[in-house]
């Protein structure tokens, strides 16, 4: 009998299986489609040659997470490359702001008038990164905060609308960066941990970077499986778990899926009924003939461009999301990993890659309102697409079956669905069924490429499994 049985080969099953092999443990994992990764995939989706990021490819949490920081990934073929600037936000008039690694030249994007109040808002927790990382990607009640007095101290920060910690500023520039921080948890911005969000992606770009992986987001997904292996850990691809008696006998069984799925292959019934998915995206994969012309400079050096601006306009593009309306002048996050990593397209050319807003399970196409506002920024981008791969809602979840209604945070993460997640319980990795428990990014800390959720998961198996062999 094994010791464990992983049902999903994405990051936090992958992470969840190195760290039970990695204590002795004997671990397999099923993944039902043909290759591994889950939100951490790398394909041609457009033409030969150019390798693009089908869900997540840009990793400030990566880099910065306690999990993958403990694993020696690097010696899988890991390699981190980072852009000068890891964000750009560009407005209308061709000015920017940007986040940078350095406090002082973010700060100084803002303006003078606000520079000041964002040094003031960063200044307790620069430098804290790695204590910060242990405290707040975790579910809030698995123990005490390695540092009460920052912990306390970002909390009351953290736990405020981003659309209450915007009027601290008094520009567009510093308001409309923050609120496109705080719109990466996909729900509106006046939800409550939503500032914590945003706080969060700017102190990892002042202490860790967002980097990309050479490759592609696959390099994460392969330097798990290869530390696993590594460990005595099989990895089966195409097989589809359909129910629990599809796999061998095992002593527990961690799913790295959404809550309704292991509900519904465990047998569990409605033990995850009221588990609400949120919004979905609509994304576009685009191959390029030569780099994205934007009219702001910084944003020629920026791995991630923010497209907004304004907070208002942020803040409308997700409150039409989260209320079932068409998109219609949506907030864009885009990436442009080919400018830092030669091996994502063919020699003169680029991918690059952009999301807005929809509904969970909206069935339009976005397209031209996506591409007008890119060219709001870029004029004569459409002048350069050699390609376009276009998913909306019913192809993302197609994709990834964890991606429930195209939500890819696999729930909601309105409110206190940030913290309590999937449904309230001490131990949320645990289900009703003792041998059973869930891995994913439905689990606390949340979203994200950095296995946090699945190193706890397997901690709970493992402190379970050692207290029977007692």
Aim: contains cysteine; proline residues 8%.
């Amino acid at each position: 009998m094994l010791d464990a049985v992983v049902i999903g080969a994405g990051p936090n099953g992958l992470t969840a299986a190195v760290e039970l092999a990695r204590r002795g443990m004997s671990v397999e994992v099923f993944e039902a489609r043909d290759t591994i990764g889950g939100g951490a995939r790398t394909e041609e989706l457009t033409l030969p040659g150019f390798r693009h990021d089908p869900c997540s490819a840009v990793h400030p949490t990566g880099i910065g997470s306690p999990a993958f920081s403990a694993m020696p990934l690097d010696r899988y073929g890991l390699e981190w490359l980072h852009p000068d600037l890891p964000m750009a936000h560009p407005f209308p008039d061709g000015t920017a702001a940007v986040l940078a690694h350095s406090v002082g030249e973010t700060a100084m994007s803002f303006g003078p008038r606000d520079a000041g109040a964002y040094r003031r808002l960063v200044a307790p927790f620069v430098g804290k990164w790695d204590t910060m990382a242990h405290d707040f990607l975790r579910t809030q009640w698995l123990g005490l905060p390695h540092d009460p007095v920052t912990y306390a101290r970002f909390g009351l920060v953290g736990m405020q609308p981003v659309s209450l910690l915007i009027r601290r500023f008094q520009g567009a520039k510093a308001r409309g960066l923050l609120a496109g921080l705080g719109a990466h948890a996909n729900a509106p911005l006046s939800g409550i941990g939503t500032s914590g969000m945003a706080l969060m992606f700017a102190l990892a770009a002042h202490h860790k970077g967002w980097p990309v992986p050479r490759g592609g987001s696959q390099a994460i997904s392969d330097a798990l499986a290869g530390l696993l292996r590594a460990h005595g850990g099989v990895v089966h691809t195409d097989f589809e778990v359909k129910r629990l008696d599809d796999l061998p006998p095992a002593r527990a069984y961690v799913f790295d899926t959404s809550p309704t799925a292991l509900a519904r292959i465990a047998g569990l019934g409605n033990a995850y009924r009221e588990v609400k998915y949120g919004p979905s995206v609509f994304k576009i994969d685009y191959a390029l003939s030569a780099p994205v012309p934007w009219t702001a400079k910084e944003a020629h050096r920026a791995g991630t461009v923010h497209i907004g601006p304004t907070s208002g306009e942020i803040g409308a593009s997700l409150n039409a999301a989260t209320h079932g309306q068409d998109p219609a002048v949506p907030f864009l996050i885009t990436a442009q990993p080919s400018l830092i990593d030669s091996t994502r397209a063919p020699e003169g050319k680029h991918t690059f890659w952009a999301y807005g807003h929809v509904p969970n399970g909206w069935e339009g196409d976005a397209t031209e309102v996506v591409e007008r506002q890119i060219e709001r920024f870029a004029p004569g981008f459409r002048d350069l697409v050699l390609a376009r791969a276009v998913a909306g809602p019913p192809q993302i979840a197609a994709r990834n079956a964890n991606y429930v209604g195209g939500d890819t945070n696999t729930g909601s993460a309105a409110g206190l669905r940030l913290l309590i997640r999937p449904k309230l319980a001490r131990v949320p990795y645990e289900t009703a069924h003792p041998a059973i428990y869930l891995c994913s990014q439905a689990t606390p800390p949340g979203p994200g490429v950095h296995g946090m959720s699945g190193h706890y998961a397997a901690k709970t198996v493992w402190r379970r499994l050692r207290a029977n062999h007692r």
